[in-house]
């Protein structure tokens, strides 16, 4: 499995990928747009299928911040692609991207919401912390953050 940096041709395939988690995520008015400016700026990279002749979106991931604090904006897995490690591997190339040191955060949801728990396990996995619970567009999230040390520090 590989994330790969997301191209243009992948947008179509990206934005069913999101209309199948909105009753999670709720509407994400201007996604579109918003996607097509990441893939420009190289901070959209996803998973596709690996069966000949499929190149569906099977889980997608947008980044922001700068190099010292980076945000994951995004993080969504077709339910096709769940269980499967296309979570993980696109964590784990977002990760990669902020290199030491460094802080990456996220906003997810909270821990009342039990759709949300494997991903919040996915992250503690991954070695994000829970961090303060915050409001996003008038939405109760939770932040969790991963401190990424220099090596030997």
């Known amino acids: ?8 041709a992948d947008a179509e395939s990206w934005l069913e990928l999101v209309r199948e988690v909105e009753p999670l995520f709720g509407l994400m008015p201007g996604f579109e747009e918003i996607l097509v400016r990441k893939i420009g700026q190289r901070a959209a990279f996803c998973v596709r299928s690996d069966l000949i002749g499929d190149s569906r979106v099977l889980g997608g991931i947008l980044i922001g911040g700068t ?6 904006r995004s993080l969504a897995v077709r339910s096709s692609g769940r269980g499967r490690g296309v979570g993980r591997c696109l964590l784990a190339k977002a990760i ?9 955060s996220l ?8 759709e949300g728990r494997p991903a919040r396990r996915l992250y ?7 961090g303060p619970l915050v409001l996003v567009e008038g939405r109760p999230r939770q932040r969790y953050i ?5 090596i030997g520090t």
């Open 124 to 130: 503690q996995r991954m070695g994000f912390q829970p």
């Open 107 to 114: 906003d997810t949801f909270r821990e009342e919401n039990s």
């Open 67 to 72: 190099p010292m604090h980076g945000w994951i």
């Open 96 to 104: 990669e991207h902020f290199p030491p040191p460094a802080t990456v």
């Open 1 to 8: 499995m590989n994330a790969a940096l997301a191209t243009d």
């Open 146 to 150: 991963l401190r990424r040390r220099d």
